[in-house]
């Protein structure tokens, strides 16, 4: 972005969240309509049918007040809500119940590390609305159809302070935002699924300015990766412009996966072009001071302080607890192997470079691992007991994530158990000097590194079996010393 240095980005995330409830925001319907036929799972409520009158879900305002406490912002005893005012397709009323000027929650903010540098992002607020249909475009066709099941879906939409740098910290702020919802399992954060929805307002200004440039909203990216790669477009796109000496509309942009570039979708509204006005059908939301304070004390340990703690705990670097709090399904898992092992490093270490890696391969989550958390503690005793060897462990975990087998029973069936008779690697240490004169004699001269080759030839003779501590003294007192 060569253009572009002279600038600096100014980002601000504003991000909808749909909310973990059972019905949804305004009716009884109910929010699980995944693989049902469109327009099934609407009532005259949420198509806004004239006489039928909303009732706020009381599961869904305790989520909303849950995810204020959880990123410190301040819950407002008194909010409302509001209609607002925009005539689309899938938006059956003609306008959207949301909350406007007194909302839920006012401030709070996201910590994240830039660098290895802490950094918090302020919050603006956190409001409620219900959510719109989805329209839905068959491919070669000249018309569009409407499904308006997810008319009313319980959202909550979490607007940042724009002070977001880069593309970068974008990315680690929605992270470290989808850890915390998860955490508090208000909601499951799937972004391919549209249960989080992220919005973006971007613009640029001279660096060491202090006056924002016009801005664009970016709409439409449906994953961390292409709210990256979106926003890197975007600050090209501007910076091609200022520095042409042209003006950077103030519009509303859609991303293109398949293009990778954002196109323009209308002239970025105002609060006034809503024509905002308190919904008349629903009454103010008052809430008490115990009652806030009684979910106050519901909330659960959050990522930062599982990360702590997992350092303290059980003696992880800093890193390696971060990768293991990111996700609480993620920590939980390693805590119950650890508990069920005398090593939480050894644990650590296999569910960061063994079983993450699988599952990232694989795009699978780690509600999709077929074994137990003690399984994994299992295989690590074996190692360390000496049944079988590192390289071996790797082949029985293969084995355990395709089929869920227990580790015992795939050393016992395949015959892993590691060989740590003396007699018995003695007559492969033999012959592995004698096929390999060569590398006995450049050991014997000094050369170390032949030693590593020598016992790798006794492994694969010994198909990977021999424990590779006596392996290594045999082979030593057989070629006389250290070498």
């Not at 709070?108 to 329209?135: F, N, Q, S, W, Y």
Request: glycine share 8%; with cysteine; proline share 5%.
């Amino acid at each position: 972005m060569a253009a572009g240095m002279d600038y600096q980005p100014v980002i601000g995330l504003e991000v909808h969240v749909q909310l973990s409830t059972r019905a949804k925001l305004f009716c009884s319907c109910g929010t699980d309509y995944s693989g049902q036929p469109p327009n099934t799972h609407v009532c005259p409520v949420c198509l806004g049918l004239p006489g039928a009158l909303p009732v706020l879900n009381e599961q869904a305002l305790h989520l909303a007040v849950k995810a204020v406490l959880a990123f410190e912002g301040r819950v407002a005893p008194y909010s409302k809500f509001a209609r607002k005012h925009y005539f689309y397709p899938d938006l059956p009323k003609a306008y959207q119940i949301s909350q406007y000027d007194q909302p839920i929650g006012l401030g709070g903010h996201v910590d994240i590390e830039v660098d290895g540098a802490p950094k918090r992002i302020g919050l603006t607020r956190i409001h409620m609305e219900e959510d719109a249909g989805k329209l839905v475009h068959p491919e070669g066709a000249s018309h569009s159809l409407v499904d308006y099941n997810r008319c009313s879906m319980p959202l909550v939409e979490i607007v940042s302070e724009p002070e977001l740098a880069s593309p970068e910290e974008a990315r680690l702020y929605l992270l470290k935002l989808k850890s915390v919802l998860e955490y508090l399992e208000a909601s499951d954060c799937n972004m391919e699924e549209g249960s989080l929805r992220c919005d973006a307002n971007v613009s640029l200004m001279p660096r060491g300015s202090k006056t924002f440039g016009a801005k664009a909203e970016v709409k439409n990216m449906n994953s961390f990766k292409a709210v990256a790669r979106a926003l890197e477009y975007e600050i090209e796109r501007q910076s091609r412009l200022l520095d042409d000496g042209e003006r950077v509309a103030q519009e509303t942009r859609l991303w293109d996966e398949g293009a990778g570039k954002t196109f323009p979708m209308r002239s970025k509204e105002d609060a006034h072009d809503y024509r905002y006005f308190p919904e008349p059908d629903l009454p103010p939301v008052v809430l008490e001071t115990e009652f806030i304070d009684s979910i106050r004390k519901e909330l659960p340990e959050l990522p930062d302080a599982r990360r702590l703690r997992f350092v303290e705990q059980y003696g992880l670097g800093a890193y390696d607890a971060s990768v293991l709090t990111a996700q609480k399904a993620v920590a939980e898992f390693f805590e119950t192997a650890a508990r069920a092992h005398a090593s939480p490093k050894s644990v650590s270490n296999w569910i960061q470079s063994e079983l993450l890696g699988y599952l990232n391969r694989d795009g699978l989550g780690i509600g999709d691992v077929k074994f137990a958390a003690a399984d994994l503690a299992a295989l690590v005793q074996l190692i360390d007991a000496g049944t079988i060897s590192g390289k071996i462990a790797k082949d029985v975990f293969a084995e355990m994530y395709a089929s869920g087998k227990v580790p015992a029973q795939i050393v016992k069936e395949r015959g892993l158990e590691q060989i740590s008779d003396e007699g018995a690697i003695v007559v492969a240490v033999d012959r592995a000097i004698a096929d390999n004169a060569e590398a006995a004699a450049s050991f014997r001269a000094g050369k170390t590194a032949a030693m590593g080759f020598l016992v790798g030839q006794v492994m694969r003779l010994t198909k990977g079996k021999a424990n590779p501590g006596l392996v290594n003294k045999l082979l030593r007192e057989k070629l006389g010393g250290e070498g």
